[in-house]
T-cell receptor, first 118, second 113 residues
Framework: GAVVSQHPSRVICKSGTSVKIECRSL??????MFWYRQFPKQSLMLMAT?????????EQGVEKDKFLINHASLTLSTLTVTSAHPEDSSFYIC??????????????FGEGSWLTVV | KQEVTQIPAALSVPEGENLVLNCSFT??????LQWFRQDPGKGLTSLLL?????REQTSGRLNASLDKSSGRSTLYIAASQPGDSATYLC????????????FGQGTELSVKP
């Protein structure tokens, strides 16, 4: 079946540095990808909608200058957490929407990325 | 604004028991509803997807129902096993939102041997 791959699965970074998380659709094209964040013992909260070739749409309360999203191709979206702080430590997970083909209109989730800021 | 609520937040049952997890949503204009399983520290596994025109879906020991008019869904797990222990999340997909999902808070299930 279709696979969405996230990398890295776990990352530890120092406070003040930036970290990039990649989300790739491996066997389908995704014009739209979504980035979610999950704090411990809480549900997934949508951060932004990533659209190929255009600017991401951010949910209310999410700082677009802090969480940079780039969707430069139909198979790759990246989330960069800039100037990371310990409160940014969370589980980040992406999903991708397959628009056409046998996977058409189906949403697939990546495995998630654990970010720890020390 | 669509809100998704899951009850109970946590549930502990002995092995072999049948159980029901509940999910409610405030706006009935949904495209579909999904149930996911999440193991600690892991991503999501899609269990069942019910389109808005459907009433239920079944997969093995799992049965999910949808009553769109009342804004409710249930996930029924038959003959529970310790391996079913996980957090179960329901999520709705909204119309014309391109695949954006609104998640409930989840039910943390523990099945005791």
């Amino acid at each position: 079946g279709a696979v969405v791959s996230q990398h890295p699965s776990r990352v530890i970074c120092k406070s003040g540095t930036s970290v990039k998380i990649e989300c790739r659709s491996l066997d389908f094209q995704a014009t739209t990808m979504f980035w979610y964040r999950q704090f411990p013992k809480q549900s997934l909260m949508l951060m932004a909608t990533s659209n190929e070739g255009s600017k991401a749409t951010y949910e209310q309360g999410v700082e677009k200058d802090k969480f940079l999203i780039n969707h430069a191709s139909l198979t790759l979206s990246t989330l960069t957490v800039t100037s990371a702080h310990p409160e940014d430590s969370s589980f980040y997970i992406c999903s991708a929407r397959a628009m056409t083909g046998v996977h058409g209109n189906t949403i697939y989730f990546g495995e998630g990325s654990w970010l720890t800021v020390v | 604004k669509q809100e998704v609520t899951q009850i109970p937040a946590a549930l502990s049952v002995p092995e072999g028991e049948n159980l029901v997890l509940n999910c409610s949503f405030t706006d009935s204009a949904i495209y579909n509803l999904q149930w996911f399983r999440q193991d600690p520290g892991k991503g999501l596994t899609s269990l069942l997807l019910i389109q808005s025109s459907q009433r239920e879906q079944t997969s093995g020991r799992l049965n999910a129902s949808l009553d769109k008019s009342s804004g409710r869904s249930t996930l029924y797990i038959a003959a529970s096993q310790p391996g079913d222990s996980a957090t179960y999340l329901c999520a709705v997909t909204l119309y014309n939102q391109g695949g954006k999902l609104i998640f409930g808070q989840g039910t943390e299930l523990s099945v005791k041997p």
